[in-house]
């Protein structure tokens, strides 16, 4: 399974975790505040964070750069923070109709793709636009994104587990119009694009495609809800 290479779990946080990335090699992640707040873990390098420093809005998601092999943020208003990272862009200071969700970064680490809660995605770098949710009626907002392993297409995914392909990604099934007893906060793709994972604030998983199911937390207690999940590479 997926190794552990260490928590905040237990220790003092100033605001919450949102989001979290892992390393290329899949040895180690990283984990985000809501404040900007970087924690690194396994061979995930601190390459800098905005804990401490006065944000316009907070943060809400977090992706690797595969290149170098640092990281980027994104602020609920589209403002994003690259540390050793290259920066191709944001929406800081762009009016938006709804807040920026998630981020996911493309495969060569040479762009990155935002998405809103109405399903609006902005592609920045040598990410490219393959359609959006934006403008079209949702039963849930999107809560999360997973690009495909060529970087041309992307799932957005509802808070209601609904599931939405575009470019070259499939669609393998959802639990959208299922009774679910927590909603849907974050997703991830197979290594191969063929299946993904979606994930509850419980800790529910739902596996589709040829994504293996290896367990979760849906059913047992848990101090805080479920806000982000990543892909083990080498584990799978």
Same mark, same amino acid.
């Given at each position: 399974?997926?190794?552990?290479?260490?928590?905040?779990?237990?220790?003092?946080?100033?605001?919450?975790?949102?989001?979290?990335?892992?390393?290329?090699?899949?040895?180690?992640?990283?984990?985000?505040?809501?404040?900007?707040?970087?924690f690194?873990f396994?061979?995930?390098?601190?390459?800098?964070?905005?804990g401490g420093?006065?944000?316009?809005?907070?943060?809400?998601?977090?992706?690797?750069?595969?290149?170098?092999g640092?990281?980027?943020?994104?602020? /609920?208003?589209g403002?994003?923070?690259?540390?050793? /990272?290259?920066f191709?862009?944001?929406?800081?200071?762009?009016?938006?109709?709804?807040?920026?969700?998630?981020?996911?970064?493309?495969?060569?680490?040479?762009?990155?793709?935002?998405?809103?809660?109405?399903?609006?995605?902005?592609?920045?770098?040598?990410?490219?636009?393959?359609?959006?949710?934006?403008?079209?009626?949702?039963?849930?907002?999107?809560?999360?994104?997973?690009?495909?392993?060529?970087?041309?297409?992307?799932w957005?995914?509802?808070?209601?587990?609904?599931?939405?392909?575009?470019?070259?990604?499939?669609?393998?099934?959802?639990t959208?119009?299922?009774?679910?007893?927590?909603?849907?906060?974050? /997703?991830?793709?197979?290594?191969?694009?063929?299946?993904?994972?979606?994930?509850?604030?419980?800790g529910?998983?739902?596996?589709?495609g040829?994504?293996?199911?290896?367990?979760?937390?849906?059913?047992?207690?848990?101090?805080?809800?479920?806000?982000?999940?990543?892909? /083990?590479?080498?584990?799978?």
């Amino acid at each position: 399974g997926a190794p552990f290479y260490g928590s905040m779990g237990g220790k003092p946080l100033d605001r919450p975790i949102v989001a979290m990335a892992p390393t290329v090699d899949g040895r180690g992640y990283w984990l985000v505040a809501s404040d900007g707040g970087v924690f690194a873990f396994g061979d995930a390098s601190f390459d800098g964070s905005m804990g401490g420093t006065r944000l316009s809005q907070p943060v809400v998601g977090l992706a690797t750069d595969a290149v170098t092999g640092g990281y980027w943020m994104v602020a /609920a208003d589209g403002g994003i923070f690259a540390f050793g /990272a290259p920066f191709y862009g944001s929406m800081g200071g762009k009016p938006l109709d709804r807040p920026i969700v998630a981020m996911a970064p493309t495969v060569d680490g040479r762009g990155y793709w935002l998405v809103a809660s109405d399903g609006g995605v902005f592609a920045f770098g040598d990410a490219g636009y393959y359609g959006s949710m934006g403008g079209k009626p949702l039963d849930r907002p999107i809560v999360a994104m997973a690009p495909t392993p060529d970087g041309r297409g992307y799932w957005l995914v509802a808070s209601d587990g609904g599931v939405f392909a575009f470019g070259d990604a499939g669609y393998y099934g959802s639990t959208g119009g299922l009774v679910l007893a927590q909603p849907v906060c974050t /997703a991830a793709a197979t290594p191969d694009g063929r299946g993904y994972w979606l994930v509850a604030s419980d800790g529910g998983v739902f596996a589709f495609g040829n994504a293996g199911y290896y367990g979760s937390t849906g059913g047992m207690a848990l101090s805080a809800p479920v806000v982000s999940a990543a892909v /083990a590479v080498t584990a799978g």
